[in-house]
């Protein structure tokens, strides 16, 4: 494969005319961390961001970040975090899953992957935070969009549609973010023994309540919790941990989280868990380290469902009845991590036809490339919405030269 290895972002413009020249589509990575998610891709040709690493403005005191694409996501966040400041959005860790080296993920490919973690139900996803970003089209033309304040809203919002779509519309080549203050204090809630249902009803009472939740996760019973570090002392195997996290200053979230426990306590006995043990769960809950690719599950193909959350403890426990897998639940159950048993199509047909039940999604985080090319990795959309994005593709990509086929098989 060849690989074309850029220094600036006049280099991408080159490289993008020239695969257009040569009607030769380019695979576009940073540290190639996210390469097993997509359709596989012919291609032979690796457009190569990494060298495209610098932060060229960081303002803590205004909260605002721009930084290249290539940029390595582990030494970003080493970097807001000597401010006390964090990505609200909570970037998922993709390594565990696709067993690459850890916190090698670029930002780049953090916001083009578009996924968020535990705090998403509070702050909102990448998509959010993004206030701008330079790029370059698939027409090889350098343009730009937003800016670096939250209100620049002149012309369309092309951070909301760049931000999620696997750099199939656009090479960007640096983008701004918004920063936020780390919360100075955290609690999470444990309730055990609850089915997915009840504990469903807990976490849409916490997250329907005035106490500011920020995050709300179910763990079914699974004997393979305790190969997680993080998750191994909570609770039995045997049963479910229902787990409710509440951050900010310290007085207020030890005043939530007695007021909050005493709501939930018709759910059962409420425990607190705070600090440093607080966090580990809720990173593991983020990364989904209990299918991890070096434990017991790591064959097995995982799925990211996103249904309605009321409907997603139901749904998930039937999957898990009738397939055999497990699954675990984020979003307050409106996100739905499964692993399911190998099979020729991951289970894709079963799975999508029940979600046409509840109106939710589906998407193969991880599968192995044989089943990648048979199955329709992201959800196929309905024939008015894929019309809808080929007209935008087309617009941004006419001849299709970037990403080539990631998510829409061929």
């Not at 020249?21 to 457009?47: F, S």
């Not at 307050?332 to 999508?352: N, T, V």
Request: proline share 5%; net charge neutral.
């Amino acid at each position: 494969m060849d690989t074309l290895k850029v220094r600036d972002a006049k280099d991408v413009e080159l490289a993008v005319r020239d695969a257009i020249a040569a009607e030769q589509p380019l695979e576009i990575v940073g540290h190639g961390t996210k390469r097993a998610i997509g359709q596989p891709m012919a291609t032979n040709a690796l457009l190569d961001l990494s060298a495209l690493n610098a932060v060229t403005l960081y303002e803590p005191n205004e909260l605002v970040l721009t930084v290249q694409a290539g940029a390595p996501m582990a030494d970003v966040l080493s970097l807001i975090d000597s401010k006390n400041q964090q990505f609200a959005f909570d970037p998922m860790d993709t390594s565990l899953l696709l067993g690459t080296p850890r916190g090698a993920g670029t930002i780049g490919g953090a916001v083009s992957a578009g996924l968020a973690g535990p705090r998403r139900i509070k702050a909102g996803g990448a998509r959010d935070h993004l206030l701008g970003f330079n790029g370059v089209s698939g027409f090889g033309d350098s343009f730009k969009a937003g800016g670096r304040v939250v209100k620049n809203v002149t012309g369309y919002d092309l951070c909301k549609l760049l931000a999620g779509s696997w750099g199939t519309l656009s090479v960007m080549t640096e983008m701004t973010l918004k920063v936020m203050p780390k919360a100075e204090s955290e609690r999470t809630l444990v309730l055990l023994g609850l089915d997915e249902v009840m504990a469903g009803r807990a976490m849409i009472a916490a997250l329907g309540s005035s106490f500011d939740v920020s995050a709300a996760s179910h763990l079914p019973a699974s004997r393979h919790r305790g190969a997680v570090d993080a998750l191994k002392n909570i609770g039995s195997p045997e049963g479910g941990v229902t787990l409710i996290r509440l951050e900010g200053i310290g007085a207020s979230v030890l005043d939530r989280a007695k007021s909050l426990s005493g709501k939930l306590s018709s759910f059962g006995q409420v425990s607190m868990i705070e600090g440093d043990q607080s966090a580990g769960i809720w990173a593991a809950i983020r990364d989904v380290a209990i299918f991890a690719s070096t434990g017991p599950l790591g064959s097995w193909p995982v799925w990211r469902i996103v249904c309605p959350p009321a409907a997603g403890g139901a749904f998930g426990q039937a999957l898990s009845r009738d397939t055999g897998g497990e699954v675990n639940y984020d979003w307050g159950g409106g996100l739905i991590w499964a692993a399911l048993p190998p099979a020729p199509d991951a289970h894709a047909s079963m799975l999508r036809e029940r979600l046409k039940d509840i109106e939710g999604h589906a998407t193969l985080i991880r599968a192995t490339d044989q089943v990648r090319s048979v199955v329709d990795v992201f959800h196929p959309q309905r024939a008015g919405v894929a019309a809808l994005g080929q007209r935008v593709k087309e617009s941004f990509d006419p001849k299709n030269i970037l990403n080539r086929g990631r998510m829409v098989k061929a």
